[in-house]
């Protein structure tokens, strides 16, 4: 069955719109809750928690879906802003029934979402997901008082998810003598995240962190790591790690000033693990570069393409029981060390490899050398399909015919916004920006 509602990243849109509106989120969060109930065998009250970034709009939807479970017969645990993949962990470490995260991630101020996490800390199978928009079809009807769902403060939560980040660290290494800066995106970690590096021992510089509702990722973060880039030169400092809006991804800047990808950053991670024989395949999404594909090849590593999202990869990684994937855009998945992708514990395995290594990012990075990749963004109407449109697959097809085997094209829609995704990938960077303008073009909806 086709989803309605959930896409690859759970329920997602501009606020004030459907579905993120406030009567839906009750709803969603009185479905959700009806599901959760029949699971649990004990008869008590399930038990979730709930986290959010920093958007304005979390208040209004925190309500919301508190108002919805409590209706159901759910306990309701509040943590306040938390990186999304804190309330993974903190719903695993806490034995609860799930855990909620309400944030658009990446996504500008205006937009949020709804993401749920299983008791184990991963996000929800599509059967689970499908069962709850099953239920939103029916009608609310309100637990009787005795059995409405409580709600209260998680305390400490943030203590708690710094301690866990800090425990994926090696205890023989530290990081005294490091200076970086931590670029938060006025997200979730703003508050997390530098505590996380200076009780390793760096010396830190921050920004975006001072959240007022509205600068979620603007011109901050990983979305936009040219600000880390500078900071990084400006300070004097020896890298840089920038987080997105809930902290999922990872995107990083040396001394130089030069950034480093999630392909990039998961090549340095897949090195270091290769010294330990941790590494039979890694998983990579349609998108991955190239070049990351060819270099795990020489060394004698599968490679396997998901389809875009962390949560294919995620998918695949389980299917084959291996533990180490991503995409480029930074979601990278350590699943020795985390359920799900998680920029700070990320982070934290480059720089232990940096640090068992002695060497640089540059210098660990050097042999992989990226295949210049242009990506156009093209908003179009809800629904639109590319694949029916004959001046888009006339135009991609010429294109596939010029690049022979030197290059890819890729097109797909966003799994969360109205957006057809555009890539093209050559040996020449003008080629590649030149060839993905053309099919760009030739998106008439």
């Known amino acids: 069955m086709a989803r309605k509602y959930f896409g690859t990243d759970g329920v997602r849109g501009e606020v004030g719109l459907a579905p993120i509106t406030p009567d839906f989120v009750m709803k969603l969060g009185y479905a959700a809750g009806k599901v959760l109930a029949k699971s649990n065998p004990s008869g008590a009250n399930p038990t979730v928690l709930i986290g959010k970034d920093t958007r304005i709009s979390g208040y209004m939807l925190e309500a919301a879906l508190q108002a919805g479970f409590s209706a159901a017969g759910v306990d309701v645990m509040l943590s306040g802003p938390m990186p999304t993949p804190a309330i993974a962990y903190l719903t695993r470490a806490l034995r609860l029934s799930a855990g909620v995260v309400i944030s658009a991630s990446h996504n500008p101020y205006q937009d949020n979402g709804i993401k749920f996490f299983s008791a184990r800390g ?9 069962e709850i928009e099953a239920t939103l079809d029916e009608p609310m009807q309100c637990a009787i008082s005795e059995r409405l769902g409580r709600a209260k403060r998680l305390d400490d939560a943030s203590g708690r998810y710094i ?3 800090k425990s994926t660290f090696p205890t023989e290494l530290d990081l005294r003598g490091l200076k970086i800066v931590v670029d938060c995106a006025h ?23 001072q959240p007022d509702g509205i600068n979620i990722n603007d011109g901050v973060g990983a979305t936009s790591p040219q600000a880390l880039a500078k900071m990084v030169v400006d300070s004097q400092a020896d890298l840089g790690i920038a987080l997105d809006g809930d902290a999922d991804r990872l995107i990083m800047a ?15 991670i897949i090195k270091d693990r290769m010294a330990s024989g941790q590494v039979t395949g890694v998983v990579g999404t349609l ?3 190239m070049a990351l594909e060819l270099a795990l090849s020489r060394m004698g590593i599968d490679f396997v393409r998901a389809k875009v999202g962390d949560r294919y990869v995620l998918e695949e990684l389980q299917e084959r029981g291996w533990i180490l994937g991503g995409e480029g855009s930074g979601h990278l998945l350590c699943l020795d060390k985390q359920t799900t992708g998680d920029g700070i514990v990320s982070a934290l395995q480059v720089l232990s490899a940096l640090r068992r290594s002695g060497l640089t990012l540059e210098q660990c990075t050097q042999e992989l050398t990226l295949f210049p990749q242009t990506l156009v963004n093209v908003r179009v ?27 890819r094209v890729l097109i797909r829609p966003s799994g969360t916004e109205p957006l057809i995704r ?6 020449n960077e003008e080629h590649a920006a030149t060839m993905a303008k053309r099919i760009a073009e030739k998106c008439v909806c």
Not at 195 to 209: P, R
Request: include cysteine.
């Open 187 to 209: 997200g979730a970690a703003y508050h997390i995240a530098p505590h996380v590096f200076h009780e390793l021992g760096a010396d830190i510089v921050s920004i975006g962190t």
């Open 381 to 407: 109407a809800p629904g639109f399909n590319w694949q029916k449109s004959e001046q888009m697959v006339r135009e991609k097809e010429q294109v596939e015919r010029e690049l022979g085997g030197s290059g």
């Open 163 to 165: 301690e866990f980040c």
């Open 287 to 289: 998108m991955t570069n």
């Open 122 to 130: 991963n996000k929800l199978p599509d059967d689970v997901e499908l």
């Open 254 to 268: 040396d001394a130089k000033g030069h950034i480093y990808n999630g392909d990039q950053l998961l090549y340095l």
């Open 422 to 427: 555009v890539m093209v990938e050559a040996e």
